[in-house]
């Protein structure tokens, strides 16, 4: 114990060294050892080796003889390597990945190509369609009225040909049209028959059985010829129906026109009046009526060649004899 210290009783107390000392103190520290992060013996360089007799010597001035053998041996080096920080990163190829979309847009490119090629190619081209049913009608007006000619078969819509055809014309009862690749069109069609040709204000039109009226187209034998006075009643329109389907006349009318062609006398004309309905020029010098409909045609024949005996009988020669009402016939 020095006479710096001064020990009282139950505690010890530590006088301050001087600066002397602590200089002293920290000369005598020894160099806290570097902490390795790898074993020298391991780490090996693609290079030419350092002389052993170099090593060796430096080694054995620091005093270890056996470690430097053991590194001799190795052919190893004291080589500081910092790790944890340094990234090394080998060089690489960056390869595109083709997912989903990429495929999609291929695809769409190829059809698109494709597509083209075939709008514009030539085996594609509409020239004329094939027509079967048509017997007054010939293919080169159906045709005509196509508007695909030229087009390529991709335009064809069988739809708007039926459309164009029913308008332009109005004598075609059904239209039926098929499109075939490569450029192959064929339209079946179904004429109307007409049943009488319709003469008014010197204008004839045919008529079919259901009253629709059209355009004459040829010659058609049998149809019975009415010379009419004016418009027979006009027939309200059928909004279900479309406008080639909309009827001229009653389809009564036209079947009691037909019924009453047969008692018509050889080489006349059958007439027709709005007010008095169908009848005939009769040879003998007047007009007889029968009214507008089919019904009791037989009973007014009877009625009316009773009238026709009884006049002659008497020497009157009537202008008009109507039949139309059995119960009230006249004459003027």
Do not use: C
Not at 164 to 191: T, Y
Not at 241 to 246: G, S, V
């Amino acid at each position: 114990m020095t006479s710096q210290q001064k020990i009282t009783r139950g505690s010890f107390v530590r006088q301050p060294r001087s600066l002397l000392e602590r200089l002293r103190d920290l000369s005598q520290r020894k160099e806290a050892p570097v902490r390795k992060s790898f074993n020298p013996a391991s780490v090996f360089l693609p290079v030419e080796p350092r002389s052993t007799a170099r090593r060796t010597n430096r080694q054995a001035q620091g005093g270890a003889a056996s470690q430097s053998k053991r590194y001799t041996q190795r052919n190893g080096y004291d080589i500081s390597l910092s790790l944890g920080r340094a990234v090394v990163r080998a060089p690489a190829l960056n390869i595109p990945q083709f997912g989903p979309r990429w495929v999609s847009a291929t695809l769409t490119l190829i059809l698109g190509f494709i597509l083209f090629a075939m709008w514009t190619a030539s085996p594609f081209t509409v020239t004329s369609a094939i027509v079967r049913g048509n017997l007054r009608l010939s293919a080169e007006q159906i045709n005509s009225m196509l508007g695909t000619y030229g087009q390529p078969i991709f335009k064809a819509v069988p739809a708007r040909i039926i459309a164009n055809l029913h308008a332009a014309f109005s004598d075609l009862q059904e239209i039926n049209v098929h499109v075939q690749l490569p450029n192959r069109i064929i339209v079946d069609v179904v004429e109307r028959a007409p049943v009488l040709a319709w003469y008014q204000d010197g204008v004839v039109t045919w008529i079919d059985a259901s009253g629709v009226a059209f355009m004459p187209r040829g010659e058609v034998p049998g149809m019975v010829v009415v010379a009419a006075n004016g418009s027979p009643a006009l027939v309200a329109p059928d909004p279900a129906l479309p406008l080639y389907e909309q009827k001229f006349i009653d389809p009564a009318i036209v079947q009691a026109l037909t019924v009453l062609a047969r008692d018509v006398p050889t080489g006349m004309t059958m007439i027709f009046d709005p007010v008095y309905g169908m009848g005939w020029q009769d040879p003998r010098g007047w007009t007889v009526y029968f009214g507008q409909d089919s019904r009791d045609i037989p009973m007014k024949n009877v009625v009316y060649n009773a009238i026709v005996d009884t006049l002659t009988q008497q020497g009157i020669q009537p202008s008009l004899i109507s039949v139309e009402y059995l119960d009230a016939p006249f004459y003027k």
